[in-house]
């Protein structure tokens, strides 16, 4: 008898805590940030109609994406320019904030990627601060690899998801 409700025991048990599992939550991951922003009033001539402003800026900017190589955050040449470019727009636009995006690939673990993606996107902040833009304009969120915009699991794939991205909020 006590064979029965031992393995009674264990069975209710078994399925007590399979029951617990912890489930992913969609809450768990930040919403994307709205593609476009506010509009802004009073640029461009009467026959235009203004563009959202995120818009605006990927217009006239050489990009809104940095990227960076294997495990690293470092701001390299080619980014300095793509930064250079978004700090000259930013000083036109001096009540525009921006939040600049961390993202990582596929390889390593969720929580090493969240800190690179972290690394990455403050790297970013940090450079424009530097060239005059106020960090209170500046929020930096990291999705880790969480958002890969290349789904492959190849180099190519790889360096487009290292990436830091520039979206203005208002």
Known sequence: MSKITTGLVLGVALLATAGCAKK???????????????????????????????????????????????????????????????????????????????????????????ALGDRRANAAKNYLASRGISPARITTISYGKERPIALGSDDASWAQNRRAVTIVIS
Do not use: K, M
């Not at 818009?55 to 006239?60: A, L, P, S």
């Open 24 to 114: 992913r939550d969609a809450n768990t991951i930040p919403p994307a940030p709205s593609e476009t922003g506010p509009v802004n009033p009073g640029e461009g001539d009467s026959d235009t109609v203004a563009a959202p402003i995120n818009e605006q800026f990927r217009r006239e900017v050489s990009s809104d994406t940095v990227h960076f190589a294997f495990d690293q955050y470092d701001i390299d040449p080619e980014a300095r320019a793509i930064l250079d470019s978004q700090a000259q727009w930013l000083n036109s636009h001096p009540n525009t904030r921006i939040t600049i995006e961390g993202h990582c690939d596929e390889r390593g673990t969720r929580e090493y990627n969240l």
